[in-house]
């Protein structure tokens, strides 16, 4: 998808010490996912490429946490403890997003993509791969 027809969204961490603008379609896709920690804190997927995705302010308040692989990045204020966006192991060449995270309520005007299913890893990346391209 071409930048024609993207519309640019703020969102950020509950404390506002982080803040971040994104380039999204105004019916983004939305996912949730299987694994356990998606699972366990109720995110909401919105896939960008890095080119679409500006960090504001905040940096020197995230905090890092990595498990399993270590590829995912999780990106938590260190404030308050929210993860707004993350570099995900599906795509990491590009940023997931918390849709409960944007100013504008998205979850009713989102297109919903069935669930990312962490059991079978391999084919439920490779059916969104393209969202993180640019």
């Not at 640019?8 to 694994?35: I, K, N, S």
């Not at 890092?64 to 570099?87: I, M, Q």
């Not at 795509?91 to 997931?96: E, I």
């Not at 504008?104 to 993180?132: I, K, M, S």
Request: contains cysteine; hydrophobic residues 40%; glycine residues 8%.
């Amino acid at each position: 998808m071409s930048d024609a027809g993207l519309v640019v969204r703020g969102g950020g961490c509950h404390c506002g010490a982080v803040h971040f603008e994104v380039r999204v379609a105004p019916r983004p896709l939305l996912q949730t996912c299987t694994c356990s920690i998606c699972r366990m804190t109720g995110y909401v997927h919105l896939i960008v490429p890095a080119s679409r995705f500006h960090l504001a302010r905040g940096a020197d308040a995230l905090t890092e946490y990595c498990f399993n692989t270590g590829v995912a990045r999780h990106l938590f204020c260190r404030y308050c403890g929210v993860k707004s966006f993350y570099v995900p192991r599906s795509h990491p060449h590009g940023y997931s997003i918390n849709a409960r995270c944007l100013d504008d309520d998205v979850l009713a005007d989102g297109e919903w993509l069935p669930p990312f299913d962490d059991a079978d890893r391999e084919l439920a990346t490779a059916a969104v791969a393209h969202l993180a391209d640019g």
